[in-house]
């Protein structure tokens, strides 16, 4: 594209670079990144085709630089260009496709000319990505950075041309800084999304920060500032690093889930689902930090304590919750295991045991001396008459009922306060011995 658009300005040099390349490459089928690069080499080699010239005379020693073809003389502009203005083309592979490109041209000498245009190049002392050249990453990634950004070379435009591409990591929270742990899982998705950019495909590569709830309240306390002003600093820190790592985001797609502009919609989606039948509440049993004033999530109690405050032990709280109902959905989503492309089994399968579809009874087993029935599913009703006693999980609410005010109450109290606060894997897992208290019913 480049030598077309350079052989045509021989000919017309007070057009326009940038004008004679859309004329010319609008037919070609290159992917935008490619485009841009050739438009970038067009422009300055045209800029500064006398400095060039310069270079070239010196190097060839029986051609001056009017007598040769203005095929060959595109092609040596191009490679000396790439030689002393973009240092992240090793020079070796400018002298490759100057060479491949004069044998299309049958102009055998080219090889000699640009080997001795490199040499010239070096002693000008202009900056080369030679083999043994230092990289210089404060010059030249800011360099590229500000070119990508200046011409929006990330920004996903509508084109019914493409083939969409959606690529979506998770949002990080705000904490401060950008961790190691960000630039791996960042970077992994910076090469799938400019390699799907490369194939031709429109590349949707947003951005954004998960900066709502309790921990920006708790880290804004701690550092005595607002809240608000905590996480917007914090987000314009971590942003800054994640430019300065030059991934390939759309920056005007950025989200930021404590605005209210967004989270409009999260309340919005709620309400819908509320209206439906899918939003619900019951009470359950939480993890409980009374110094952060939040729930935590399993994962983030470590060894009975809160991750954050290791010094705070966690207490099992009972407390109204909201749920979705999306049991609800709990066929069609077994439905559709079948038709996700591109899953291993075995990943296939854990999905299937997660929904956890089985066909049994509900068995209703009335208590002595009371209206209260316990009910319990089971597949094999046919081996009832063998059962000897009843377990009900500590966290049943028949147990607070069923023993207030008898003589087991406290024991059953404290036994089941006790078992919450175990790992509920390792409490239910097959290899666990089991425990259990007599709750005195019948």
Known sequence: MALQVLFHLEFSPDDDPSEAFDLICDSFGAPESVREFARMLIAG????????????????????????????????????????????????????????????????????????????????????????????????????????ENNNLFKCKEDTSKEKYYLLEMFPYPSGKIHIGHVRNYTIGDVVARYKRMCGKNVLHPMGWDAFGMPAENAAIENNTHPARWTYDNIAAMKAQLKRMGFSYDWDREVTTCNPDYYRWEQLIFLKMYERGLAYKKKTFVNWCDKCQTVLANEQVEEGCCWRHPDVEVSIKEMDSWFLK?????????????????????????????????????????????????????????????ATFMCLAPEHPLVKQIVRGRPQEREVLEFADRTLKMDRFLRTAEFTAKEGVFTGRH
């Open 326 to 386: 999306i049991t609800h959905y709990a066929e069609e989503i077994l439905d559709h295991c079948d038709k996700l492309p591109g899953w291993p089994e075995r990943v296939i399968t854990m999905q299937r045991n997660w929904i956890g579809k089985s066909h049994g009874a509900i068995i209703r087993f009335p208590m002595v001396q009371s209206d209260e029935v316990i009910e319990v599913f089971t597949t094999r009703q046919d081996t009832l008459f063998g």
């Open 45 to 148: 080699v045209w800029s500064k085709r006398g400095e060039l010239d310069k270079v070239i005379a010196q190097a060839s020693r029986n051609w001056r630089i009017d007598r040769m073809t203005r095929v060959d003389r595109s092609i040596l502009r191009m490679a000396v260009f790439e030689m002393m203005f973009v240092p992240d083309i090793p020079a070796k592979v400018s002298l490759d496709e100057a060479v491949e490109l004069g044998k299309r041209s049958t102009a055998s000498w080219i090889t000699s000319t640009i080997r001795q245009s490199t040499r010239i190049s070096r002693r000008l002392g202009r900056e080369k990505m030679a083999n043994n050249a230092r990289y210089n990453p404060q010059e030249l990634e800011l360099k590229w950075q500000s070119f990508w």
